[in-house]
Every structure is written in C-alpha cells, then in structure tokens.
C-alpha cells in the first residue's frame, strides 16, 4: 500500500506560479513511476505530466507547452510540479498517482495509488 498527500494548490492569478508537492509513504518511492493528472468539473481526468523511475525521463500533456516541469526526489519520497504562466484553464483538482509502469503513463488505468487531490484555482 502507498499513501500520497498533495500539498501546494491555491488561488494564483493569471500568470503567476504554483509549486505542487506529492509526499508517498509506504513502500520503496524508486520503484514506481510518478504522474499528475488533473480534473476540472464536469470535465474527465486529463493527463498532465510522469515522470519515470529514476526521474530521467519526463512526459507531459500537450497543452503544459512548456509550462510546468515535473520532478521527484527519490531521498525525500516526494514529487514535485512546477506550475509557471498558470492560466484560468488550469482550474483543476489536481492529484498524484503512483504506479509499477505495468500499463501506460498517460492514462489512468497506469497507476496503482491516488493521492485525494489539491485545488488549483487560476483567476483572470
């Protein structure tokens, strides 16, 4: 079993940046590859960004652009997202998933854990 607690949404304006944390406990962090996806009301579950095991390789959604950047710190068992230029659009809960890479990073059927999810809420 592998608990996950987000930490870090709020309410940011147009523009401005937020920093999202994902903090696992349970069993070995380096063993699974890391996700966030997002869902805004009345809207499904998007694919925002993963990052693999040792944190080498990255994927994003395609409307991050260059936006946000994902990290993990495997010491500290904690993943983190950089969230930069946040627009309205963005308005989402956002959660964290943990999973062994059996199936594909960019769904949700590939992972194994969610955390509850943390409010991003951009204003215009």
């Known amino acids: 079993q592998v608990q996950l607690v987000e930490s870090g949404g709020g309410l940011v304006q147009a523009g401005g940046s937020l920093r999202l944390s994902c903090a696992a406990s349970?069993?070995?962090?380096?063993?699974?590859?890391l996700g966030w996806f997002r869902q805004a009301p009345g809207k499904e579950r998007e694919f925002v960004a993963a990052i693999s095991r040792s944190g080498g390789t990255t994927y994003y959604g395609e409307f991050v652009k260059g936006r946000f950047t994902i990290s993990r710190d495997n010491a500290k068992n904690t993943m983190y997202m950089q969230m930069n230029n946040l627009k309205p659009e963005d308005t989402a809960v956002y959660c964290c998933?943990?999973?062994?890479?059996?199936?594909?990073?960019?769904?949700?059927?590939?992972?194994?854990?969610w955390g509850q999810g943390t409010q991003v809420t951009v204003s215009s």
């Open positions: 998933a943990v999973g062994l890479g059996s199936g594909s990073a960019y769904y949700p059927s590939g992972y194994d854990y």
């Open positions: 349970g069993r070995t962090f380096s063993n699974y590859v």
